[in-house]
């Protein structure tokens, strides 16, 4: 059973820095296509970045490209999302998600989800 737990959210002016963390149990991190996703008041939950460990690959939706980091720390099981010039439409609850053959867009096929991180960017 994969147990995903993030944090790092807050509170942060715009322009300002967020990193997250998605700690990782259950399977070897590195074993699995790892994402987050984000979900503001009233709209879809949209995937954000992902990460392919074993290929090395990392994706960004457009909104967050240049801006945000995906990385992880195999060694530590956990996964990073950095945070940079952080907008007011960045505001959302933030999700990790593992799955051992997906990675992408789709939420419904991602097969683990941690439980999310409030982000709430100020203008």
């Known amino acids: 059973q994969v147990q995903l737990v993030e944090s790092g959210g807050g509170l942060v002016q715009a322009g300002g820095s967020l990193r997250l963390s998605c700690v990782f149990s259950?399977?070897?991190?590195?074993?699995?296509?790892m994402g987050w996703f984000r979900q503001a008041p009233g709209k879809e939950r949209e995937f954000v970045a992902g990460?392919?460990?074993?290929?090395?690959?990392?994706y960004y939706a457009d909104s967050v490209k240049g801006r945000f980091t995906i990385s992880g720390d195999d060694a530590k099981n956990t996964m990073y999302l950095q945070m940079k010039s952080l907008k007011p439409e960045d505001t959302a609850v933030y999700f990790c998600?593992?799955?051992?053959?997906?990675?992408?867009?789709?939420?419904?096929?991602?097969?683990?989800w941690g439980q999310g991180t409030q982000v709430t960017v100020s203008s």
């Open positions: 998600a593992a799955d051992q053959y997906y990675i992408g867009p789709q939420e419904a096929r991602w097969g683990s």
């Open positions: 259950g399977r070897t991190l590195s074993s699995y296509a």
């Open positions: 990460i392919n460990w074993s290929a090395g690959n990392t």
